[in-house]
């Protein structure tokens, strides 16, 4: 690299999710046993018995421009619920629900033999952004390694509020984890 290279610029996560995108299926697996799924694969009780679900995470509970079930409408299935009441808005704060659906997602999947859906509206923005936090937290990837991870096997589009929220706890990580590093250094 030369004086006159123009420097690097990465790309932004907003560039990452377009590229190469996948076509938006009604759900994917996007981890082992776990997959992000729409409305429609949230509703569909005979298709989530099919494909083995166990757990419900509804990324989009409440009343306005969100799917309507709840832990009653699973029960026939003896599903574990989850609901996050998650605004699809930039303005939403949806970290205060990383942890928690992380914890959700994490412990259903201790289980050899469970299956977790997360799902929205659309299975591209709430959801994913909930299952990309769950990956960085549970499992130690970044935020643009989870990106890539997720993107190719499902169509995701989190807004970009949602997007700085997951960038922000990508820092809050890696901080903690560098503190770590530098405290055993340190004894």
């Known amino acids: 690299m030369s004086l006159r290279d123009p420097p690097y610029e990465p790309p932004s996560l907003r560039e990452i999710l377009w590229m190469n995108r996948k076509l938006l299926a009604p759900v994917n697996q996007v981890w082992p046993n776990l997959y992000i799924g729409d409305e429609k694969t949230a509703l569909e009780l005979t298709e989530l018995k099919d494909l083995g679900i166990t757990h419900v995470l509804n990324a989009a509970e409440g009343k306005?421009?969100?799917?309507?079930?709840?832990?009653?409408?699973?029960?026939?299935?003896?599903?574990?619920?989850?609901?996050?009441?998650?605004?699809?808005?930039?303005?939403?704060?949806?970290?205060?629900?990383?942890?928690?659906?992380?914890?959700?997602?994490?412990?259903?999947?201790?289980?050899?033999?469970?299956?977790?859906?997360?799902?929205?509206?659309?299975?591209?923005?709430?959801?994913?952004?909930?299952?990309?936090?769950?990956?960085?937290?549970?499992?130690?990837?970044?935020?643009?390694?989870a990106i890539e991870?997720?993107?190719?096997?499902?169509?995701?589009?989190?807004?970009h509020g949602f997007l700085r929220q997951l960038r922000a706890l990508d820092i809050s990580l890696h901080e903690e984890i560098y503190r770590g590093k530098q405290k055993t250094n340190d004894q």
């Not at 574990?80 to 930039?90: F, L």
């Not at 994490?106 to 299975?123: D, F, I, N, R, T």
């Not at 709430?126 to 130690?140: D, E, F, I, N, P």
């Open 64 to 145: 306005w421009n969100n799917v309507f079930t709840g832990a009653n409408y699973y029960s026939r299935m003896n599903n574990q619920y989850y609901g996050v009441e998650a605004d699809d808005k930039p303005t939403f704060l949806i970290s205060q629900y990383f942890f928690p659906a992380a914890e959700f997602i994490h412990e259903a999947l201790s289980h050899p033999q469970s299956k977790v859906l997360v799902h929205c509206v659309m299975g591209r923005s709430r959801s994913a952004t909930l299952v990309l936090a769950y990956l960085m937290t549970k499992h130690g990837l970044t935020v643009v390694d």
């Open 149 to 159: 991870h997720v993107r190719q096997r499902r169509c995701i589009l989190p807004n």
